[in-house]
């Protein structure tokens, strides 16, 4: 019977790693494909419905500042209501919310339509991006 490893994840607010536990007390952190050790906590949704993490996401966050999510662990565990406008304000993204007086993301409705598409292995007609009001509006301040 092999017995399973466990994993110990150090998860900040700007970065993660991996490390598989050891009985011995010793720490070796995992490397990804890129063999970057300490990973930024990003997560990008693309217009094409493709869903990247990582320094793939950072790096793209230029071309995509709306729907590239970062520092979101800043928000776990606050009310929308405890949330100042500036702290909202200082982010690309949209930070809104929900029906149950947390915070949550925004995302415009045709990259939700491919990313369940795609986790529901449906297809989806619409491949046009819509912006938010708010970020269409802070577009339109910006050029």
């Known amino acids: 019977e092999?017995?399973?490893?466990?994993?110990?994840?150090?998860?900040?607010v700007g970065n993660q790693c991996k490390s598989p536990s050891s009985p011995l007390g010793h720490v070796e952190i995992l490397t990804n494909e890129f063999n970057e050790s300490v990973i930024p906590s990003v997560v990008?949704?693309?217009e094409d419905g493709r869903v990247l993490v990582g320094s793939e996401a950072r790096?793209?966050?230029?071309?995509n500042p709306y729907f590239t999510f970062y520092e979101a662990k800043r928000f776990m565990g606050k009310p929308y209501a405890e949330l100042s406008a500036r702290?909202?304000?200082r982010f690309s993204f949209q930070v809104v919310n929900d029906s149950a007086g947390h915070y949550g993301f925004a995302l415009d409705p045709a990259r939700m339509a491919l990313l369940e598409a795609r986790a529901t292995g449906t297809s989806s007609s619409s491949s046009s991006s819509s912006l938010p009001p708010q970020q269409k509006q802070q577009q339109q301040q910006q050029q």
């Open 87 to 89: 702290d909202r304000s």
């Open 2 to 12: 092999e017995e399973e490893e466990e994993s110990i994840i150090f998860s900040g």
């Open 59 to 63: 790096a793209q966050a230029t071309t």
């Open 44 to 46: 990008a949704f693309t």
